[in-house]
C-alpha cells in the first residue's frame, strides 16, 4: 500500500508594472520576496496562522538560514505567477520548503528555503511545539 504525497499549495500572485526593471521582467530581488509571500500563505493555509500570528501570537520566530534559487524562464506580467509551496524537510528546529514558480505552465524558478524554529521576543533556538508538528508532520514531502 502506497502513501499518497500532498498535493502542492498553489500560490497566485499578480506580478506587477512595478515589479519589472527595464528590460521588462520582473526585478531579481522580487522573486525571493514572491516566494516568502507564499510561504506565509502556505503557514496560513495548513497550520491556521500566517508568520505574524506565529510571532505575536504563539511567540514562535522561523527566521531563515537559507536561501538559494534557480532560475529558467523570466518573471513577467504577462501571466498570473503561480508559487506551489512543498515542504521538504522537518527537523527537530528546522524546516525547509521547496518554492516553484510558474507562468503559462512554465517553470520559471525553483527554490529551496531553510528556517530554525526560535523563541521570538529572544531569537533563541528551539523545537516546534507539539501541535504544530502534529500538523506539519504529514505534510512532508519527498525530494
Not at 536561501?67 to 509551496?85: E, G
Request: proline letters at 8%.
Amino acid at each position: 500500500m502506497s502513501t499518497q504525497q500532498p498535493k502542492p499549495f498553489e500560490y497566485p500572485i499578480r506580478v506587477g508594472w512595478a515589479d519589472c526593471d527595464p528590460e521588462l521582467i520582473a526585478f531579481t530581488g522580487r522573486i525571493p520576496n514572491f516566494a516568502l509571500e507564499a510561504i506565509d500563505a502556505w503557514w496560513q493555509s495548513h497550520m491556521g496562522l500566517d508568520w505574524y500570528a506565529l510571532n505575536i501570537d504563539r511567540n514562535i520566530g522561523t527566521p531563515f538560514v537559507h536561501l538559494s534559487l534557480d532560475f529558467s524562464s523570466p518573471v513577467t506580467p504577462r501571466h498570473t505567477l503561480i508559487c506551489t509551496v512543498e515542504l521538504t524537510r522537518l527537523g527537530t528546529k528546522s524546516i525547509q520548503y521547496r518554492v516553484c514558480g510558474y507562468q503559462g505552465g512554465t517553470l520559471c524558478f525553483e527554490g529551496k528555503f531553510v528556517s530554525v524554529f526560535v523563541v521570538a521576543k529572544v531569537l533563541e533556538s528551539r523545537e516546534p511545539p507539539a501541535d504544530l508538528l502534529a500538523l506539519l508532520s504529514p505534510l512532508v514531502v519527498e525530494e
